[in-house]
C-alpha cells in the first residue's frame, strides 16, 4: 500500500484534451470549410453571370433598334447556350457547397470535380482573354484569381479524408 497521490493532468483542458473553438464544422475543417465559402460565392457569382448573359441574349435584337439586320435572331443562340451553361454550373456550386457544410453523402467529390471544372474554364478564359486583341488584363486578373479559388477548393475537397 502506498501513499502517493495519483498524477492529474495540470489543468483541466488538460484532462479533457485539446478541441479548437472554430466556426467550421467538425467534419470538414478550417481550410476546407474556406475553400467551401469560396465555392459557394463564386457559383453565386456564376449564377449571377448566367442571368445576365441570357437577358443580353434576349434582348440583343432591340439594340438595333427600329430595323436589326437580317440575321438578328442567329445571333442569340449562342450566348443563350452559354448563359445556360453558366447558370447550370454556377446553381450546381452553389448547391454542392451547401451539401457539402450539410455533410450530405458523396457531396465532397461532386463539388470538388464541379470546382476542378470551373478552375479549368476559368484558366482557359484568362488565357482566351490574354490571347485575343485587344488583351483584357482587368478579365485576365479576375479569372486568374477565380482559377485559384477554385483549383485550391478542388483540391482541399478531394484529398483523402484524415
Do not use: C, K, N, W
Request: hydrophobic share 55%; glycine share 14%.
Amino acid at each position: 500500500m502506498t501513499s502517493r497521490r495519483p498524477v492529474r493532468a495540470a489543468s483541466a483542458t488538460g484532462a479533457r484534451g485539446r478541441t479548437s473553438h472554430t466556426l467550421a464544422p467538425a467534419h470538414l475543417g478550417e481550410a476546407t470549410a474556406a475553400a467551401t465559402v469560396g465555392v459557394v460565392v463564386g457559383g453565386v457569382a456564376l449564377l449571377i453571370s448566367g442571368i445576365g448573359i441570357i437577358v443580353m441574349a434576349l434582348t440583343i435584337q432591340s439594340r438595333y433598334g427600329g430595323d436589326p439586320p437580317p440575321d438578328a435572331g442567329s445571333l442569340v443562340v449562342a450566348p443563350l447556350l452559354l448563359g445556360l451553361a453558366v447558370l447550370l454550373l454556377g446553381g450546381a456550386l452553389t448547391a454542392g457547397g451547401i451539401a457539402v457544410f450539410g455533410a450530405a453523402p458523396r457531396a465532397r467529390l461532386l463539388t470538388g470535380i464541379l470546382s476542378a471544372v470551373a478552375a479549368a474554364l476559368a484558366a482557359g478564359g484568362a488565357l482566351l482573354a490574354m490571347a485575343s486583341p485587344p488583351a483584357a488584363p482587368v478579365l485576365a486578373i479576375g479569372l486568374t484569381i477565380a482559377t485559384l479559388i477554385f483549383g485550391v477548393a478542388a483540391i482541399l475537397l478531394l484529398r483523402p479524408l484524415r
